[in-house]
T-cell receptor, first 112, second 114 residues
């Protein structure tokens, strides 16, 4: 398994501001994944964070809106920029080990 | 992209009853994963399946990888109140082992009545 922690666990933000979410993994991994889970919905992959290179974004997600950092093999951040109420979701960090995908506890974001 | 149909969308059962949920895919999958998500938490991996026909148990949970490689089911026996939560299936297509291709079902909301 993998031990993944995220900060903050939840936040309430004003429209137009930005929030940076941190993810820490208990051991080194090549790729870290960021997912979004909108209220009552399933999980959608935002991007894959690779150490030493730019993140790979999925269709519908762009770097200007969701910039990602990956300074080392155990840490990544996701920023939700210029937030609107539509960005209210749970944001989840995830890693893959031996074909099994593990998730952090999530960051519950509410945008007013 | 991949399509995963998960059913039922929600279930209300009495404590002690067995429950079954399933996922079907429009294409062949290489790996099936089953998760449980409690309110305010991230999904927790329950069972991973890698071979067609594979039947795997984890306590009161049993999951099977369908022979056609396009479906999987999860059974919970003798349900208890702490089984309440949302159960998700997820699959990796056979054409790619990349975790980027992991597709999730829409979830089954399970409620256990005392």
């Amino acid at each position: 398994s993998a031990v993944i922690s995220q900060k903050p666990s939840r936040d309430i933000c004003q429209r137009g501001t930005s929030l940076t979410i941190q993810c820490q993994v208990d051991s080194q991994v090549t790729m870290m994944f960021w997912y979004r889970q909108q209220p009552g919905q399933s999980l959608t992959l935002i991007a894959t964070a690779n150490q030493g290179s730019e993140a790979t974004y999925e269709s519908g997600f762009v770097i200007d809106k969701f910039p990602i950092s990956r300074p080392n093999l155990t840490f990544s951040t996701l920023t939700v920029s210029n937030m609107s109420p539509e960005d209210s979701s749970i944001y989840l960090c995830s890693v893959n080990r031996a074909n099994e995908q593990f998730f952090g506890p999530g960051t519950r974001l509410t945008v007013l | 992209g991949q399509q995963l149909n998960q059913s039922p969308q929600s279930m209300f059962i009495q404590e002690g009853e067995d429950v079954s949920m399933n996922c079907t895919s429009s294409s062949i999958f290489n790996t099936w994963l089953w998760y449980k998500q409690d309110p305010g938490e991230g999904p927790v991996l329950l069972i991973a399946l890698y071979k067609a026909g594979e039947l795997t148990s984890n306590g009161r949970l049993t999951a099977q990888f369908g022979i056609t490689r396009k479906d999987s089911f999860l059974n919970i026996s003798a349900s208890i109140p702490s089984d309440v939560g949302i159960y998700f299936c997820a699959g990796l297509p056979i054409s790619s082992g990349s975790a980027r291709q992991l597709t999730f079902g829409s979830g089954t909301q399970l409620t256990v009545l005392p």
